[in-house]
């Protein structure tokens, strides 16, 4: 997404916003419509099961829905319900006690979600895998990666958090923060050389 289009998106999210806020429900279906996708996307590569993926994306919407009147528009709409998302996602982490080795389809994930990873992923991935089957791979890649590499990555990575608002995030410290999304980049990129070999 350029950036006209990127910042038309945000004044279009403001004017639903006030609307939302204001009680109109179409307004916020609306915003539901525009970030239901990103919602999604982030929480299945925190969670790695489709179906908690969907029960997060909903969490996180009645959340904003019931918490839209405080929204004091500090921050775009966007930063605030990636904000929700991720402390929804990471307060789920926390009630489980460990990740389970669930299998997962990609193909629909890289069908419907490549395009917003690809938009939402920072620079040090983007750049280096740009194809279709490529990204299958590095989203398979992700989702497998244990959940001390994965999260900080998700964070980092496709979500642009800093090294220090992890660290704070979840509550660890930021050496360890940054030695983690480092491995997990290394485990990435082995990975994806390896198979082209």
């Known amino acids: 997404m350029n950036e006209n289009n990127s910042s038309k998106l945000i004044i279009d999210d403001t004017k639903f916003v006030e609307k939302a806020k204001q009680g109109d429900k179409s307004a916020f279906e609306e915003l539901v419509r525009r970030h239901s996708k990103y919602v999604y996307t982030t929480a299945f590569f925190m969670l790695r099961d489709n179906h908690e993926a969907e029960d997060i994306s909903q969490e996180v919407f009645v ?37 389970s080795g669930k299998k997962v389809s990609l193909d629909s994930m890289v069908e419907d979600g490549s395009e917003i990873l690809l938009q939402e992923m920072h620079q040090s991935i983007e750049k280096f895998y740009l194809e279709k089957e490529t990204v299958k791979d590095v989203l398979k890649t992700i989702v497998d990666l244990d959940e001390n590499y994965r999260i900080p ?11 220090y608002e992890i660290a704070e995030i979840l509550n660890k410290p930021v050496g360890t923060i940054k030695t983690n999304i480092h491995r997990a980049r290394k485990i990435i990129k082995e990975t994806i050389l390896g198979k082209e070999k």
Do not use: E, P
Request: glycine share 4%.
């Open 63 to 99: 959340k904003a829905y019931l918490s839209i009147k405080g929204f004091r528009g500090l921050s775009s709409f966007k930063t605030w319900i990636r904000k929700l998302t991720v402390n929804t996602c990471i307060d789920k982490l926390r009630i489980k006690t460990k990740t």
């Open 153 to 163: 990555l998700i964070l980092r990575d496709l979500q642009d958090y800093s090294y």
